[in-house]
């Protein structure tokens, strides 16, 4: 999965009119991903490649369940520099926790947690569509940007991918704020 040439996908959904379709190593290139993967890597060779099919295909509207997101919630977005979910998944997940303790009075731990996982599930069956549209914008861009320094595949790669920088921003955010909970918390009965 590591040739240059283009694909038949040119019913990707999301695809610019008129652009040559999208390429194997163009979409490497965004997710930092190549075909082959190290030994002792965790990444795991072409799983967005995989997850796209059916969006490039035009098969389908779907790309699957992203167990990673799932996880570890708007740190994933964070780091895959999908900054506008993050901020819409960090805002609801606040308003659910506070429905959870204000509204239904719940006092514990397990509603709030609750509440996050029900937007959790949601939301992880989109994330890798919105990374996908994410892609198609990087790639167009970098195909159409006259005159750019580099070859097309550096552009998409070096504004593709993912964000250490945004992630460690995020999970210090997320540590703060558990911290000022814990210090702004009632003391136990």
């Known amino acids: 999965m590591t ?10 959904i999301g695809w610019p009119e008129g652009l040559a379709p999208v390429t194997t190593a163009e979409i490497e290139a965004f997710t930092n991903e190549p075909g082959a993967i190290a030994p002792g890597s965790l990444a795991t060779a072409g799983y967005y490649l995989r997850r ?35 901020i819409v998944i960090v805002l609801l997940e606040f308003v659910a926790q506070v429905v959870a303790f204000g509204a239904f009075g ?5 509603a709030a947690i609750a ?14 569509r919105w990374y996908w549209e994410r892609a198609v914008k990087v790639i167009a861009a970098s ?16 504004a593709g991918g993912f964000s250490t ?8 955010i997320q540590v ?14």
């Open 52 to 86: 796209w099919q059916p969006l490039l295909t035009g098969a389908g509207r779907s790309a699957g369940f992203n167990g990673a997101f799932f996880l570890v919630g708007w740190l994933w977005c964070l780091y895959r520099r999908l900054y506008a979910p993050a």
């Open 106 to 110: 719940l006092s514990d731990a397990p």
């Open 143 to 158: 195909r159409t940007e006259p005159g750019a320094a580099g070859s097309g595949l550096d552009r998409i790669g070096a």
């Open 165 to 172: 920088l945004a992630l460690g921003i995020g999970l210090a």
């Open 3 to 12: 040739d240059s040439t283009p694909r038949d996908w040119p019913k990707a």
């Open 176 to 189: 703060g704020v558990n911290l000022l909970g814990l210090a702004l918390a009632p003391p136990p009965a």
């Open 115 to 128: 509440g996050s996982l029900l937007i959790r599930s949601t939301v992880a069956w989109q994330v890798n």
